[in-house]
């Protein structure tokens, strides 16, 4: 009998058979070709189907081009799941988003995959291995070594405990399930907020005892899907604040300055919230000082300022600086700005 070798194959009288390589160590080892691995699964939801169809035939010509063979899945549950911001939300089991972008869309967040419509042989190519390389990459550590779900029981309410996870996580997206409510999503870096019950409950909801939240990243689908009906983060952060005074936070030795005017027409206010917010709008005051117009209690103003530094409304400085700070000349009438109007208007 004739034996011959050719490299992984061996010929038996002229049949060619596959013969196992042998492995000599991981110097020898060479990664699994594209085609010898299941592929990938991508889903997809809010496509139409020109797109599906396109995105089909893209997959065939791409073939064992991409760094892992990919291929249509059946419903949402993939390890890709490519969906649109007018998608209706829904469930689904893909560990990674990517967004289809029509028209003028942008991303909402820096790092989160897209594909630009007219869809295009190259931008499908580029999506899939980078979905690729985030999928073989290990799952990132939670900052100090916590875990992603964080489950709350002492005895506070939520919106104190979103005061401090605010505050100690400017960069996580939170999803925050809430008994007898619904759930609520805050997106910290995109600087937006979604409830998927009535906003008149919103604040019943915050002072709601019996809630469970978790980290998810800021490209998750179920964030994803809701940014079309997602609301400006600080009309959240703004009731949390008024509900809660900073968490260990003593105001002595502290005064406080506006950097920005808080939108009243959007954030609930009382009018003392004008008075006061006047009068810190070119100046720091102390709780002391702000106390001394009247109008509000000494746990109301700190609740306030409290509001106001969630949303990134505040300087602070030592007290010193109060008196430091001389009260600025009024500017003509016809250069006066909103902070010198209003400062007229309260007589401040």
Known sequence: ????????????????????????????????????????????????????????????????????????????????????????????????????????????????????????????????????????????????????????????????????????????????????????????KARIYHCDFPRERFVDALNEHRFVVTMIPSSAAELVVRLDSARALDEALWQIGLITAADGVSHAGRAYRLTRWPDFARLPHRPEFLRLCAAMSRTHRSVDALVALGGLQRGEVEHLLHACALCGYLDVAPQAAELASPHPASAPASRAGLFDRLRKRFGL
């Open 1 to 188: 009998m004739r034996v011959s070798i050719m490299g992984n194959q061996q010929s038996f009288d002229g049949r060619v058979v596959d013969r196992p390589p042998v492995l000599h160590g991981a110097a020898d080892e060479r990664p699994a070709p594209a085609e010898a691995m299941p592929p990938l699964r991508l889903a997809l939801h809010g496509l139409t189907d020109d797109e599906i169809s396109i995105l089909d035939a893209i997959l065939r010509v791409l073939g064992e081009r991409t760094a892992r063979r990919w291929v249509l899945a059946d419903g949402r549950d993939g390890d890709l799941l490519l969906t649109t911001r007018d998608a209706p939300p829904g469930r689904h089991g893909a560990p990674l988003t990517a967004l289809l972008l029509r028209d003028d869309e942008r991303p909402a967040v820096p790092d989160e995959l897209v594909l630009q419509a007219p869809l295009r042989v190259m931008a499908v190519l580029d999506l899939l291995n980078a979905a690729h390389d985030r999928l073989r990459q290990p799952a990132a550590p939670t900052p100090g070594g916590e875990q992603a779900r964080i489950e709350v029981d002492d005895g506070r309410s939520l919106a104190a405990a979103l005061s401090r996870l605010v505050e100690r996580r400017p960069e996580q997206a939170l999803r925050v399930r809430i008994v007898g409510h619904g759930t609520l999503y805050l997106c910290l």
